[in-house]
């Protein structure tokens, strides 16, 4: 199993410390492949006014101390193919957000650089369209993809998961990630910022756990209330460990 986690954004050099050091001791206890994952810019936010991260030059050296400290592999997302040549020799897996998933020059450029690609399905994309999206990402010399199910747009300010979309997509010879945390997001559901609903999270984990998901993405923070970006569908620590104990435990059951 794929563990991909960490905070949102980049916050201070205290939180990312305390958040990997935990995760990749977490992983390490469930024997999880672990991509430590934080953005350095978060393009896509509610308002004008919200943190944005502290920039690609600052937020790479974060993530590359990280990476050398605690030997963690490395994800995070791009916005624009520029910038894959700034980060692809520090991190291991570049990720394309859900609503770049159809860019096909930002899918170009990351996989053309050769590292692990992790594309986030679209709120607003079917399982089954994932297929032109993989079909690009193979064109341009991509070996490795990884599909992330994020929830798909339900209304106004509301996701929600099809469970079907797991085994669908898993025809698509890709590995697929379930989003745990933005699959509980409200968006724009505060007004200026995101809202959520974290305490789905374990349910929504263990359901897409027993589809036979290859991993899971959870966002996690020491304290998510203050945390500067996805607070509400971010998880805490403990939280973090209850679903991994529990996804271990369906995952040893389908194949006992």
């Keep these: 199993m794929i563990l991909i986690a960490g905070p949102c954004v980049i916050e201070s050099e205290d939180v990312m410390i305390s958040t990997c050091e935990y995760l990749s001791s977490l ?19 509610s308002s004008v006014k919200s943190f944005r991260g502290p920039g690609i030059y600052k937020g790479i050296e974060i993530l590359n101390n990280l990476k050398e400290r605690f030997g963690v592999k490395i994800l ?10 700034i980060i692809k020799d520090i991190v291991d897996m570049i990720q394309i957000p859900a609503f770049l998933c159809r860019q096909t020059d930002i899918i170009r450029a990351a996989a053309e650089s050769g590292k692990v ?11 089954w369209d994932m297929k032109n999206v993989l079909g690009k990402a193979r064109y341009y010399g991509a070996k490795e993809i990884l599909i992330t199910e994020r929830g798909t747009t339900f209304g106004y300010n509301n996701l929600v998961v099809d469970f079907r979309a797991f085994p669908i997509m898993k025809k698509l010879d890709a590995k697929i990630i ?6 509980v997001q ?9 809202g959520g609903e974290r305490e789905y999270v374990p349910y929504l984990c263990r359901a897409a756990a027993a589809c036979g998901i290859d991993g899971v993405f959870l966002e996690v923070h020491p304290e998510p209330d203050k945390a500067l970006c996805d607070g509400p569908n ?23």
């Design 117 to 127: 690609l992790n594309i986030k399905k679209g709120q607003f994309m079917s399982p």
């Design 186 to 194: 409200l968006p724009g559901g505060l007004g200026d910022s995101s």
């Design 76 to 85: 995070t997302d791009i916005h624009h193919g520029n910038e894959v040549e």
């Design 178 to 183: 379930f989003d745990g945390t933005h699959s």
């Design 27 to 45: 992983s390490k206890r469930f024997g999880y492949d672990f991509y430590f994952k934080s953005s350095y810019d978060k393009g896509n936010r």
């Design 234 to 256: 971010m998880i805490d620590f403990k939280m973090a460990e209850s679903i991994l104990d529990d996804i271990a435990k369906i995952e040893e059951s389908l194949w006992t």
